[in-house]
């Protein structure tokens, strides 16, 4: 199902106006815009002999035909995006702030990634597969306008693909504000609400003591991997003093930096270094094992707050170049008061059932990008 779809998308590119008319070969009309779906026709008809009267095919292992609805489709090499997908879905109170602002961003032809992405999050419990792949080409088209790296059917990194999709939606921020004032309401960016948090770095001159302070906005942080470390460890390291060749006034030449969290999020993003280049310049995976937190304590200038883990992506294999993204997920049924460790396993479209507790210890090797939700915010049950 992912083998590497070749199109003729290089040479007939379709132009992404809503004023152009569909054409029926190559097209899929869908209210306001035209959507490209020349590698989903082909791929539609090769997932058909996998499935099954109810929808999906034998490869689905779910102990529930609902669990299975979950899943989305890989659309060639598309495992990084499918995965990333998944864990902003798990993400309730991020998936309802969009909701509620539906009337802003529907305003604005300009928002088509939120609108798109909206339509995935809709369409996720579907038991139409072609429907999905259609949504899911569509909205990897949108992303690829900026960011054209995602464009081709090859194998990308999912922590570049997040952040892609977090930075385009909050570059939205001032458009739709702009629109909701002249609705006479208001618009604030689930990205920013959620998931933005801010880290100060001071440096500091070794000859004078004279102190500089940088403020960085950020929606994830990556941290180096401390081998048999927990996560607490590796933020730890993160907020170590380090030496820094800087020329100060005083003439000094050596400088010291410690960063600092200044406000945390409601939800935190760690991104795992797990790639490194080797001194002839190729990827290398990093295949330290480290001990994955289920729950997770972090402080601020401004406060603490203790974190509990809700996603995790992870990447399979063993090469830098090449391997296979997978998401694990608190399950959308579990309730944040009466919590049931019942967590799913996003395999494209392939779910299964599993728990916190087994996450975490399974996925110790190949943990890639851990989501840490601020204990305290009342979660919301997706409609």
Same mark, same amino acid.
């Given at each position: 199902r992912r083998r590497q779809v070749a199109t003729s998308t290089e040479t007939s590119e379709v132009k992404r106006s809503s004023r152009d008319a569909p054409q029926e070969s190559s097209l899929f009309y869908h209210q306001d815009e035209v959507v490209p779906f020349v590698q989903v026709e082909e791929l539609y008809e090769e997932f058909?002999? =996998?499935?099954t009267p109810d929808g999906f095919g034998d490869c689905v292992k779910a102990k529930t035909s609902t669990i299975s609805w979950f899943g989305f489709p890989n659309i060639g090499q598309t495992c990084y995006m499918n995965s990333s997908l998944q864990s902003l879905l798990t993400l309730e109170n991020f998936v309802k702030d969009f909701h509620c602002q539906k009337q802003v961003w529907c305003s604005a032809f300009d928002a088509q990634l939120i609108r798109k992405f909206m339509r995935i999050r809709d369409a996720r419990t579907s038991t139409d597969p072609y429907s999905k792949m259609c949504l899911l080409q569509s909205f990897k088209e949108e992303i690829s306008v900026k960011a054209p790296e /995602?464009?081709?059917c090859e194998q990308n990194d999912a922590h570049e693909f997040l952040t892609s999709i977090l930075n385009q939606i909050w570059a939205l921020s001032p458009l739709l504000q702009d629109i909701a004032a002249y609705m006479g309401t208001g618009?604030?960016?689930p990205v920013e609400s959620? =998931?933005?948090f801010r880290v100060e770095n001071i440096r500091t001159c070794k000859s004078c003591g004279t102190q500089s302070r940088r403020q960085e906005v950020l929606t994830n942080l990556s941290l180096d991997l401390v081998p048999g470390g927990c996560v %607490? &460890?590796?933020?730890?390291e993160y907020h170590k003093e380090t030496m820094l060749e800087y020329k100060c006034e005083c003439g000094g030449r050596t400088s010291c930096q410690k960063s600092y969290f200044k406000t945390l999020p409601k939800v935190l993003i760690l991104h795992m270094k797990r790639f490194c280049f080797t001194s002839s310049y190729k990827l290398r995976k990093v295949q330290d094992s480290i001990k994955l937190e289920r729950e997770l304590l972090v402080s601020s200038k %401004? &406060?603490?707050a203790c974190y509990s883990l809700v996603s995790v992506v992870s990447h399979l294999g063993n090469c830098g170049e090449a391997g296979h993204y997978i998401c694990d997920g608190v399950h959308p049924d579990d309730h944040p008061d009466e919590p049931s460790d019942h967590w799913l396993t996003f395999n494209d479209a392939e779910i299964s059932g599993t728990t916190g507790g087994s996450v975490c210890e399974q996925r110790?090797?190949?943990?890639?990008? =851990? /989501?840490y939700k601020r204990q305290g915010f009342r979660a919301y049950a997706l409609a």
């Open positions: 058909k002999t =996998l499935i /995602f464009r081709r618009y604030t960016c959620n =998931l933005v %607490e &460890d590796m933020i730890q %401004e &406060d603490d110790k090797q190949t943990a890639y990008i =851990l /989501f």
